[in-house]
T-cell receptor, first 114, second 109 residues
């Protein structure tokens, strides 16, 4: 019963490098989300996906790329990392289409961009 | 713009009761969530309210007043393990989830 897992949990990189954060869920949930969490801000949605091969932008998508070739995986790529992308990134999933349904979060990936 | 306000930090005593408030101004309303987040961990679901009134779930209760744009989370018989951040989130008219910045609750013995 792994649920939803993220990797790496911690990552330090340099400005300009490409970074990919992985997210894997074992529940076959349709919806998956990527959020970033910064001190003083609420969770901010980066991208979400309603199903395999369907992705859409959230509130703060600039500088990020996602893909979803399989239902269980939803990787987030920072194509050219910037210091402003230093944050804690959470992946989440939801079973169905009801936007009022509970979200299940991964443990988070703490990214530092030097 | 859309706005959700919560106190940044609160302190309470073990065994006591604490109320964490959340006020919101959003474009429409389709429900309000409360999540708990321990330091360094993932948020976990506590409650969902869409109708006015109080919903009780063990030591935790959540209240909603849609006319006032107001909700609170009530925690009774506080335990040290309740030390965490409590996140309020509103589903707006576009069914987007808008998050507050969270309230850090510190429990003292």
């Amino acid at each position: 019963d792994a649920g939803i897992t993220q990797s790496p949990r911690y990552k330090i990189t340099e400005t300009g490098r490409q970074v990919t954060l992985m997210c894997h869920q074992t529940w076959s949930h349709s919806y998956m989300f990527w959020y970033r969490q910064d001190l003083g801000h609420g969770l901010r949605l980066i991208y979400y996906s309603a199903a395999a091969d369907i992705t859409d932008k959230g509130e703060v998508p600039d500088g990020y790329v996602v893909s979803r070739s399989k239902t269980e995986n939803f990787p987030l790529t920072l194509e050219s990392a910037t210091r402003s992308q230093t944050s804690v990134y959470f992946c989440a999933s939801r079973l169905g289409e009801m936007e009022t349904g509970e979200l299940f979060f991964g443990e988070g990936s703490r990214l530092t961009v030097l | 713009g859309q706005n959700i306000d919560q106190p940044t930090e609160m302190t309470a005593t073990e065994g006591a009761i604490v109320q964490i408030n959340c006020t919101y101004q959003t474009s429409g309303f389709n429900g309000l969530f409360w999540y708990q987040q321990h330091a360094g961990e993932a948020p976990t679901f506590l409650s969902y309210n869409v109708l006015d009134g109080l919903e009780e779930k063990g030591r935790f209760s959540s209240f909603l007043s849609r006319s006032k744009g107001y909700s609170y989370l009530l925690l009774k018989e506080l335990q040290m393990k309740d030390s965490a951040s409590y996140l309020c989130a509103v589903v707006d008219s576009n069914y987007q989830l808008i998050w507050g910045a969270g309230t850090k609750l510190i429990i003292k013995p």
